[in-house]
């Protein structure tokens, strides 16, 4: 059964960093991207990025709102994606959801809270 | 970046109604387009990819059509399982893009 299971959420002040991951089971992971998507309360769905897989040198793509402050990096071997936060402000609060990519996102985690407050 | 609209917002049913979502996207998406059910505290459901091929075990009563600029995702015969938002995505470039979401309530 594929399973995804975001952790590393919690409360964390603003222009402070978190790292959150992505433990993937079920499936091969390195033969699939991973990717990010957040959704703030109340809101829709926002694409943050996508880690390719090292077929195609572990490549990232980032939404302009988390460019340069958001990286993401992957441990095949581990099969754990993780995404680093940095920088973060009040509007990245969120749940966020790792999510398996293929023909769209076809596997999602439950999704782990990130509350960004003073 | 590609702009997804979806529309409506909210959408107010009865149960073994057909309800139709709409998703158009403000460029070109050939047919890079996935439909997701999102339901609280739950994982969201992937449904429809490549805008009209349905996901393995989603049941036949969704369906999506369209290409291009112009999506719709259809529900017929509504469940009570059904009542929840839906949002479209779509994948065409190497930033992706949802739309706003649609929530389909019970009426």
């Known amino acids: 059964e594929v399973q995804l299971v975001e952790s590393g959420g919690g409360w964390v002040q603003p222009g402070r960093s978190l790292r959150l991951s992505c433990t993937a089971s079920?499936?091969?992971?390195?033969?699939?991207?991973l990717a990010w998507v957040r959704q703030a309360p109340g809101k829709g769905l926002e694409w943050v990025g996508f880690?390719?897989?090292?077929?195609?040198?572990?490549?990232?793509e980032y939404a302009a709102s988390v460019k340069g402050r958001f990286s993401m990096s992957r441990d095949d071997s581990k099969s754990i994606g993780y995404l680093q936060m940095n920088s973060l402000k009040i509007e990245d609060t969120a749940v966020y959801y790792c999510?398996?990519?293929?023909?769209?996102?076809?596997?999602w985690g439950q999704g782990t809270l990130v509350t960004v407050s003073p | 970046d590609i702009q997804m609209t979806q529309s409506p917002s909210t959408l107010s049913a009865f149960v073994g109604d057909r309800v139709t979502i709409t998703c158009r996207a403000s460029q070109s998406i050939s047919s890079w387009l996935a439909w997701y059910q999102l339901k609280p505290g739950k994982a969201p459901k992937q449904l429809i990819y490549r805008a009209s091929n349905l996901q393995s075990g989603v049941p036949s009563r969704f369906s999506g059509s369209g290409s291009g600029t112009e999506f719709t995702l259809t529900i017929n015969n509504l469940q009570p399982d059904d009542f929840a938002t839906y949002s479209c995505q779509q994948y065409s470039t190497s930033t992706w893009t949802f739309g706003q979401g649609t929530k389909v309530e019970v009426k």
């Open positions: 999510a398996r990519e293929k023909t769209g996102l076809d596997f």
């Open positions: 079920g499936f091969t992971f390195g033969d699939y991207a």
């Open positions: 880690i390719r897989r090292k077929a195609y040198d572990e490549t990232t």
